[in-house]
């Protein structure tokens, strides 16, 4: 079945750092999700990525579609306490609404 | 809008006793609900998928009988754990998709529950 790996699976940074995940697939990918869950929450839909190559923006949020469709990043700029939590990737898979989440990557913001 | 609501929040009960969780789409019809499984600092895990008015598709060593899965309406799905047992004890999380946006699942805040 469909895997899709996030590296690194955890990463404690110091405000004002930078922090990046990875998310890769084994298939091509028709489009990418990013969710956001705070410890004790709910997943937060941040972002959908359907084009190779695209790159899009929020705020201090940098998202990036891979040029084959198999991989995807989010790239934190100088992280705030607020950005705590774990961040998942997530495919459509089988039917066109089904998805299957990433292994996540828990960034841990210390000041 | 796009609010789910799951009921309860959380949930401590006896072994061999069921719980059941409600799912609530509040302010958009959902032709398809989904219900995951999360165990501490792990991914979410799709257990099912949900249509409204047909039974649900289970996903691979999902037990059907053990989660029963009735969705009755366009604004509500229900997971029933039949005799739970300790490792049952997991965090619960609904989803739902809108009639016009197929591709887009709204999250529920998640349901906790500790079988004893």
């Known amino acids: 079945g469909q895997q899709v790996m996030q590296i690194p699976q955890y990463q404690h940074v110091q405000e004002g750092e930078d922090f990046t995940t990875y998310c890769n697939s084994s298939?091509?990918?028709?489009?990418i999700q990013w969710y956001k869950q705070r410890p004790g929450g709910h997943p937060v839909f941040l972002i959908q990525?359907?084009?190779?190559?695209e790159v899009k923006k929020q705020k201090r949020l940098t998202f990036q579609f891979g040029e084959a469709k198999k991989n995807s990043s989010l790239h934190i700029t100088a992280t705030q306490t607020t950005d705590v939590g774990t961040y998942f990737c997530?495919?459509?898979?089988?039917?066109?609404?089904?998805?299957?989440f990433g292994t996540g990557t828990r960034l841990q913001v210390t000041l | 809008g796009a609010v789910v609501s799951q009921h309860p929040s959380r949930v401590i009960c006896k072994s061999g006793t069921s719980v059941k969780i409600e799912c609530r789409s509040l302010?958009?019809?959902?032709?398809?609900m989904f219900w995951y499984r999360q165990f501490p600092k792990q991914s979410l895990m799709l257990m099912a998928t949900?249509?409204?008015?047909?039974?649900?598709?289970?996903e691979q060593g999902v037990e059907k009988d053990k989660f029963l899965i009735n969705h009755a309406s366009l604004t509500l799905s229900t997971l029933t754990v039949t005799s739970a047992h300790p490792e049952d004890s997991s965090f619960y999380i609904c989803?739902?998709?809108?009639?016009?946006?197929?591709?887009?699942?709204?999250f529920g805040p998640g349901t906790r529950l500790t079988v004893l």
């Open positions: 949900s249509n409204e008015g047909s039974k649900a598709t289970y």
């Open positions: 989803s739902a998709s809108p009639r016009d946006r197929a591709d887009t699942q709204y």
């Open positions: 298939t091509t990918l028709s489009n």
């Open positions: 990525l359907v084009k190779s190559g």
């Open positions: 302010d958009f019809q959902a032709t398809t």
């Open positions: 997530a495919v459509n898979t089988g039917t066109a609404s089904k998805l299957t």
